[in-house]
């Protein structure tokens, strides 16, 4: 069992272990589960993410209100057109990340990671590191346990909720829990993998949650591209050697305590940012 | 410090957009069905508070509508309940309403049949899928669906209590909850249970002189 980043960073160190591993371990100590069984279940949502990711690159995906979609697509081919620039990686990882938000928007099926609203980032951020280093869906697998360790960590000491932490809490908490799996799949010690997490949370402290219309589309989708960049630059900075002069449980603590200086406004009531805006405001219009 | 497995955060399994617009909403759907005949012809959702509001943008219509064909909240033919209800020849009304003091998302659901009278059902979507159902048919009830629960209506009489929970505990059935309320001379008992309900549990409570109504509600799966 582990509560905090300290002490899941002494278990593995302890024990020799990656963070996947002592995750796995204390999951199936905690809701008696075997190895196997566990394997198996996260095998299914690895299935999930992979679809969401991808289904909506070649097909124009509208949302059911209608006021999004269509754009994973938009961005997948003009990154077959070679003219990217911030080159081919980024583009092919925000059109996933797009893809997965606009099947979400369309009533598609998805998996919360952490939310609904974040599902885009992880899967996109685990997708694209594993074309780029020809990794196995188990090593994809054993990704998603890392990311779901932060993720744990997140939500015991702080919040992955919009409406209590602002968006930093749900596109912030998936890039960072993206950025840590990637640094464990590409072969990064488990310092690295706490510092890459830090580093997302801190590049993006402070995002609001103002969805237009309270509909989980705009910013929402944007923001999932962006969370995958985040992620993984973050996993860059790591496995550069850079590292966060903040630990990363007092890294979450500031993130929590940020979300809850927030005014009411600015977490996911549709009252404040872009969601407040003239155009914002003439798009609520339509649904009342 | 409350405790959160991988799956807490690495899921659910969902169709979109939200939890509480999508998945809460089928629930309460199923529920419903559940409840009643399934030889109505036509369903009319009364929506209320935010449910009236935001449920064009949010799909909480398809997902009503998937709900009273019995589709679980995982189920990809959500998207296409309102073709497939078509189908079936169910016709489907939505209609915004003040349903009073209420929770913001909540609906009236009323289903309508050709040779009968109507019958309603109302639940709200309380968050993250979670559920109330507070009406039925005018009784009120307040129970999740997260278990499987039994509603009965009775006359109240010495024992009644105890000749109920007897049927069930003589079945190796446990009970989780149980809750009793009394109206002049009739109670109403919700009681929720560990394991599945079977029809022979039903039946034999039935059977007792008091009762007035009953029905067994299996849980809706999240
Ligand atoms: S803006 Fe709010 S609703 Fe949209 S993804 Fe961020 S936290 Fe979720």
């Known amino acids: ?288 | 410090m409350k405790n959160y497995g991988v799956f807490d955060i690495i899921g659910p399994t969902m169709i979109g957009p939200s939890s509480s617009h999508t998945a809460g909403a089928v629930r309460i759907g199923k529920i419903a069905r559940s409840l009643v005949d399934d030889s109505f012809f036509k369903v009319s959702f009364h929506l209320h508070g935010s449910f009236a509001k935001t449920y064009k943008g949010h799909g909480t219509d398809r997902a009503l509508v998937g709900g009273i064909l019995g589709m679980n909240p995982y189920d990809e033919r959500i998207k296409s309940s309102f073709d497939i209800a078509e189908k079936n020849n169910i016709q489907i009304e939505f209609i915004e309403d003040d349903l009073g003091y209420v929770h913001p998302n909540t609906v009236k659901i009323v289903f309508q049949y050709k040779e009968k009278d109507n019958y309603y059902i109302i639940g709200s979507s309380i968050g993250g899928g979670n559920i109330l159902i507070t009406n039925i048919n005018g009784n009120e009830v307040e129970f999740s669906g997260n278990y499987p629960t039994i509603l009965v209506k009775y006359n109240d009489r010495k024992g009644s209590i105890s000749r109920i929970s007897s049927i069930l505990s003589n079945n190796d059935i446990n009970i989780a909850t149980m809750k009793v309320s009394r109206k002049e001379k009739i109670a109403t008992m919700l009681i929720e249970l560990d394991s599945p309900i079977e029809n022979k549990i039903i039946n034999k409570i039935s059977l007792l002189d008091e009762i007035i109504y009953i029905t067994g509600i299996n849980s809706i799966e999240r």
């Open chain 1, 1 to 288: 069992m582990f509560n905090k980043g300290s002490e899941l960073l002494k278990l593995c160190k302890d024990n020799d272990k990656k963070i996947s591993e002592i995750v796995i371990k204390s999951e199936m100590e905690s809701s008696d589960i075997t190895y196997d069984e566990l394997m198996n279940k996260m095998k299914e949502v690895l299935k999930t993410m992979d679809k969401s990711a991808n289904s909506a690159l070649n097909k124009e995906i509208i949302s059911v209100s209608k006021i999004s979609g269509g754009n994973a697509k938009k961005i997948e081919n003009y990154k077959d057109n070679g003219k990217t620039i911030s080159g081919d990686l980024i583009n092919s990882a925000m059109a996933k990340a797009l893809s997965t938000s606009e099947i979400n928007a369309s009533m598609g099926k998805i998996v919360a990671a952490p939310t609904a609203g974040a599902s885009g980032i992880l899967p996109s951020a685990l997708l694209t590191v594993k074309e780029k280093f020809n990794l196995s869906d188990e090593n994809l697998i054993h990704g998603l346990f890392a990311a779901a360790g932060i993720g744990e960590i997140v939500s015991k000491n702080a919040t992955v909720s919009g409406a209590e932490g602002g968006c930093q809490a749900e596109c912030g908490v998936a890039s960072a829990m993206a950025a840590a799996a990637i640094v464990e799949l590409v072969g990064g010690d488990v310092e690295s993998s706490f510092h890459a997490a830090s580093f997302a949370l801190i590049n993006i402290m402070g995002l609001v949650c103002d969805p237009i219309a309270g509909l989980v589309e705009f910013p929402c989708a944007l923001r999932n591209a962006s969370g995958v960049a985040n992620a993984l630059i973050s996993a860059d900075l790591a496995m550069a050697g850079i590292k966060s002069i903040v630990p990363f449980d007092e890294v979450v603590d500031a993130m929590y305590k940020v979300g809850k200086a927030m005014p009411e406004s600015l977490r996911e009531t549709a009252l404040g940012g872009i969601a407040a805006t003239f155009t914002g405001n003439e798009i609520k219009k339509r649904f009342e």
